[in-house]
């Protein structure tokens, strides 16, 4: 399984992208810089969109890459998430207010995108890889999904603070081999991260804990606030025990 960096952090800048990975080409999770990030070549190879949850640094780029595809004459691409999730790109996202429906641009019978409602924890076939969902601790609804291949799984916690189902069943996942890990604050705004439903250094080190074997588990920290990123990155290296590296914008796995 490849996994491709196109956006990692908790903010924007020019030097900070929201946002969104690629596993094996055709498949992201999240969706806040896919345009941004992703020449149109590989946006045309994309064939579906995991979506954790409908905040918009992690849905921004759904409504331009629906946009370049549709130009492009790509086949759907397909738009999985939660009912909650889909129900609000559907109200308040592809509203034909804030954009187009491009769930029936050009037309009903061959649209732009396609949305897949996925039932959490029941294992779905996207895009040549088996998915789970997993709902996490956050300000709305919000899933986590563990992703498998055919050499192994990913799991992805999407933007949750201190959690307890994700960990039951990555405990149960064979072959695990890494896991993409929000932590978003820096100690001293534990208030703010708690509020907002997002992981510290302190929570994230307790959290990871409940997995089985953390120093065995490669962690992939990614959702940085920039404004707090040396802070947080500080932080995170002090914590022992844990197997853990900070992710980078164009960082690319074989996992």
């Known amino acids: 399984m490849e996994l491709r960096v196109i956006g990692c952090h908790g903010g ?59 130009q492009m004459g790509c086949a759907p691409l397909i738009v999985a998430g939660t009912r909650g999730t889909l129900r609000a790109l559907q109200q308040h996202f592809f509203n034909n207010m804030v954009w187009p429906d ?19 924890e029941q294992p779905t076939m996207i895009a040549g890889h088996r998915v789970r969902a997993v709902s996490v601790t956050h300000t709305i609804e919000a899933s986590g999904f563990v992703v498998e291949g055919d050499d192994g799984a990913i799991g992805y916690s999407g933007d949750t603070g201190p959690t307890d189902r994700l960990w039951e069943v990555l405990n149960e996942q064979k072959n695990l081999r890494a896991l993409l890990m929000e932590v978003s604050f820096p100690n001293r705004e534990q208030g703010l991260a708690t509020i907002s439903g997002h992981h510290t250094p302190r929570t994230l080190g307790i959290d990871l804990r409940k997995y089985r074997a953390p120093q065995d588990l490669p962690t992939l920290l990614y959702h940085i606030k920039p404004v707090f990123q040396s802070e947080v990155e500080r932080e995170c290296a002090a914590l022992r025990g844990l197997n853990m590296q900070v992710v980078q914008l164009l960082d690319h796995f074989v996992l």
Do not use: M
Request: glycine share 4%; with cysteine; net charge negative.
């Open 12 to 70: 924007e800048t020019p030097k900070h992208r929201t946002c969104a990975f690629v596993l094996d080409d055709v498949l992201s999770i999240d969706a806040g810089s896919l345009t941004s990030g992703l020449e149109v070549g590989d946006q045309a190879r994309l064939q579906a969109c995991l979506v954790s949850h409908a905040h918009l640094d992690h849905i921004r780029d759904l409504a331009t890459i629906a946009d370049n595809r549709c």
């Open 102 to 120: 491009f769930a029936v641009i050009p037309n009903r019978t061959n649209p732009t995108i396609r949305y897949l409602e996925l039932e959490p």
